[in-house]
């Protein structure tokens, strides 16, 4: 379709197995609703991240996004090193960034690559639909996320597109502070709305649900 990543929400089981999944719950293989973080892979048939990275082509980049459905801070921290582990040990060489909106899970992520000398790249997301919103708050303000970003080894934030498109001062901002800027939303599925925040307000990359309109739309550009 054109993608040059593709994003899969990643969450782990009870039982320690690291699913790509969404939601909170899940129905199991008796028809009823259950909560991931109290499942084990007997109970769900979902894609493991082990048979995701073992049977894709190499060639396929992943950003995996960290689910942390109520999970406590440090649940969540440990959480998000059994998975870097696991890619680490399953898929070393392969491309692949991880997101989270919870800066615990960043921060035991950064403690890891740091670790392991990984080049895996750690992304914070934020809801943030405007620049500034709740200054003291990283998940309404993107200049607060960005500020958390670069002052724990973050490499870069993933944000609403609307607040991108409101100035061009995030794209800026970012690049000043060495920091990929992500940008997700339906605005990113309006051709014109997309080629502008790549081509002219320092958007890094796109998360997009229409892909091969939108890819089309950058392939063009380049003739």
Same mark, same amino acid.
């Given at each position: 379709?054109?993608?040059?990543?593709?994003?899969?929400?990643?969450?782990?089981?009870?039982?320690?197995?690291?699913?790509?999944?969404?939601?909170?719950?899940?129905?199991?293989?008796?028809?009823?609703?259950?909560?991931?973080?109290? &499942?084990?892979?007997?109970?769900?048939? !979902?894609?493991?991240?082990?048979?995701?990275?073992?049977?894709? #082509?190499?060639? /396929?980049?992943?950003?995996?996004?960290?689910?942390?459905?109520?999970?406590?801070?440090?649940?969540?921290?440990? $959480? &998000?090193?059994?998975?870097?582990?696991? *890619?680490? %040990?399953?898929?070393?060489?392969?491309?692949?960034?991880?997101?989270?909106?919870?800066?615990?899970? @960043? /921060?035991?992520? *950064?403690?890891? $690559? +740091?670790?392991?000398?990984?080049?895996?790249?750690?992304?914070?997301?934020?809801?943030?639909?405007?620049?500034?919103?709740?200054?003291?708050?990283? +998940?309404?303000?993107?200049?607060?996320? $960005?500020?958390?970003?670069?002052?724990?080894? /973050?490499?870069?934030?993933?944000?609403?597109?609307?607040?991108?498109?409101?100035?061009?001062?995030?794209? *800026?901002?970012?690049?000043?502070?060495?920091?990929? !800027?992500?940008?997700?939303?339906?605005?990113?599925?309006?051709?014109?709305?997309?080629?502008?925040?790549? @081509?002219?307000?320092?958007?890094? %990359?796109?998360?997009?649900?229409? *892909? &091969?309109?939108? #890819?089309?739309?950058?392939?063009?550009?380049?003739?």
């Amino acid at each position: 379709l054109g993608a040059v990543w593709v994003e899969c929400d990643v969450q782990t089981l009870n039982c320690g197995t690291h699913v790509l999944y969404h939601d909170e719950f899940a129905t199991t293989k008796e028809g009823t609703l259950m909560r991931l973080k109290d &499942a084990t892979h007997h109970d769900l048939s !979902l894609t493991r991240l082990e048979d995701a990275l073992l049977n894709s #082509a190499p060639s /396929i980049n992943f950003n995996l996004e960290i689910k942390y459905h109520g999970k406590s801070d440090d649940e969540v921290a440990r $959480m &998000a090193t059994q998975i870097a582990e696991a *890619v680490h %040990a399953l898929a070393p060489k392969r491309r692949i960034c991880f997101s989270c909106f919870h800066p615990a899970a @960043c /921060i035991a992520l *950064v403690e890891h $690559m +740091h670790t392991n000398e990984s080049k895996h790249g750690i992304l914070f997301l934020t809801e943030a639909e405007s620049l500034d919103g709740d200054t003291y708050n990283y +998940h309404d303000s993107l200049h607060e996320a $960005m500020r958390f970003a670069s002052n724990n080894g /973050i490499h870069g934030v993933v944000s609403h597109a609307s607040a991108v498109l409101a100035s061009p001062e995030p794209g *800026v901002h970012a690049h000043s502070l060495g920091l990929a !800027l992500y940008t997700f939303g339906k605005h990113n599925n309006d051709v014109r709305l997309a080629v502008t925040q790549y @081509c002219t307000m320092g958007v890094t %990359a796109l998360i997009v649900d229409d *892909v &091969a309109t939108v #890819a089309r739309s950058f392939e063009q550009l380049s003739y």
